[in-house]
Nanobody, 118 residues
Framework: QVQLVESGGGLVQAGGSLRLSCAASGRTLYLNGMGWFRQAPGKEREFVAGVVTANGSTRYADSVKGRFTISRDVHKNTLTLQMNSLKSEDTAVYYC???????????WGQGTQVTVSS
């Protein structure tokens, strides 16, 4: 079992920054990837950024490229999303997620609210 707990959400003005963290515990050795998703009111959950645990390669949604940075601290078992130049359209509940080898995104945190005021 793997547990994911997010922190760091809040209210920020447009153009500002926030840093989200995700603490992973349990059988994290078997994780293949970790990432961030978000869900805005009335919209489907969407992929934001991800990292492959084996080689550290990253991938971003086009909407956040150049503004968001995902990073993973292997020793602390934490995943971070640095969000800069925030826009009102970034307002959503942000979820930390993980995959196991051969599986999909089936491990989820409880989510943290990010609100960007214009």
């Amino acid at each position: 079992q793997v547990q994911l707990v997010e922190s760091g959400g809040g209210l920020v003005q447009a153009g500002g920054s926030l840093r989200l963290s995700c603490a992973a515990s349990g059988r994290t050795l078997y994780l293949n990837g970790m990432g961030w998703f978000r869900q805005a009111p009335g919209k489907e959950r969407e992929f934001v950024a991800g990292v492959v645990t084996a080689n550290g390669s990253t991938r971003y949604a086009d909407s956040v490229k150049g503004r968001f940075t995902i990073s993973r601290d292997v020793h602390k078992n934490t995943l971070t999303l640095q969000m800069n130049s925030l826009k009102s359209e970034d307002t959503a509940v942000y979820y930390c997620a993980a995959t196991r080898l051969g599986g999909g995104w089936d491990i989820w945190g409880q989510g943290t609210q990010v609100t960007v005021s214009s």
